[in-house]
C-alpha cells in the first residue's frame, strides 16, 4: 500500500517563508504533485516532481528526494491569500490513481 | 484556460435515491477521474476511465456506482441507492495523457438526508 504523512497544521506570518513537508511509502514510484485547496473548493494544481530536485514556480517551489521518500514544497513571500490546505499527491507505476495525503492546513498571519 | 466543470454544484437528496453527477472534462483530455471527500478527511479515488471503460477503480466504488461518458463532451458519475456515508464532496478531474497533471473541478458537494 501507500502511506503518505504530512503536517496537520502549519502558521506563519505574511511576507514569511514556509516549507511543508511530505513523506511517502510506496512501490514504483511515478511522481509527486502538490495542490492547494481553498476551504470548499476544489484542489488546484501547484507543481509536480518526478525525477529528484526542486522545481521552481514563482513564489511555490517543490523538491523531492526519491531515495529518502521525501519532498517538500517552498512559499516563499507569504500572502494572506496563502491560507489554505497544502495536498501532497502521490502516483505509483501502473496505476493511474493518486494517493493523496490528508493535507497540511497552512494559517498565514499579518 | 480551460477547466473542468460541473454540475448541479449542491445536491441534496433522500437515503436510497438514485443521483447523477455530472462533468465536463478539458475538452482535449482523454483520461477522467471521479476523486470524493468527505467533510475533514481527504481526497479519496474513487474511479478512472479511460477509452469508454473503467480503467482502475477502489475499493469504494462498488456496485452502487457507475460512470458513463453518454456524448462527446459530459461524463457522469452514477450513484443508484444512496447512502447516508455518500454525502461527500465529489470531484471529477481530467488529464491530458496518462503520465500527465490532472486538473479538478470545482466539485458537487453531495447531501444524503
Known amino acids: 500500500g501507500q502511506n503518505i504523512d504530512q503536517p496537520t497544521e502549519m502558521t506563519a506570518t505574511e511576507g514569511a517563508i514556509v516549507q511543508i513537508n511530505c513523506t511517502y511509502q510506496?512501490?514504483?514510484?511515478?511522481?509527486l504533485f502538490w495542490y492547494q485547496q481553498h476551504a470548499g473548493e476544489a484542489p488546484t494544481f501547484l507543481s509536480y516532481n518526478v525525477l529528484d530536485g526542486l522545481e521552481e514556480k514563482g513564489r511555490f517551489s517543490s523538491f523531492l528526494s526519491r531515495s529518502k521518500g521525501y519532498s517538500y514544497l517552498l512559499l516563499k513571500e507569504l500572502q494572506m491569500k496563502d491560507s489554505a490546505s497544502y495536498l501532497c499527491?502521490?502516483?505509483?507505476?501502473?496505476?493511474?490513481?493518486?494517493?493523496f495525503g490528508t493535507g497540511t492546513r497552512l494559517l498565514v498571519s499579518p | 484556460e480551460p477547466e473542468v466543470t460541473q454540475t448541479p454544484s449542491h445536491q441534496v437528496t433522500q437515503m436510497g435515491q438514485e443521483v447523477i453527477l455530472r462533468c465536463v472534462p478539458i475538452s482535449n483530455h482523454l483520461y477522467f477521474y471521479w476523486y470524493r471527500q468527505i467533510l475533514g478527511q481527504k481526497v479519496e479515488f474513487l474511479v478512472s476511465?479511460?477509452?469508454?471503460?473503467?480503467?482502475?477503480k477502489s475499493e469504494i466504488f462498488d456496485d452502487q456506482f457507475s460512470v458513463e461518458r453518454p456524448d462527446g463532451s459530459n461524463f457522469t458519475l452514477k450513484i443508484r441507492s444512496t447512502k447516508l456515508e455518500d454525502s461527500a464532496m465529489y470531484f471529477c478531474?481530467?488529464?491530458?495523457?496518462?503520465?500527465?497533471?490532472?486538473?479538478f473541478g470545482p466539485g458537487t458537494r453531495l447531501t444524503v438526508l
Open positions: 478531474a481530467s488529464s491530458e495523457t496518462l503520465a500527465d497533471t490532472q486538473y
Open positions: 510506496t512501490s514504483g514510484f511515478n511522481g
Open positions: 499527491a502521490v502516483r505509483s507505476t501502473g496505476f493511474q490513481k493518486l494517493v
Open positions: 476511465f479511460y477509452n469508454n471503460e473503467i480503467s482502475e
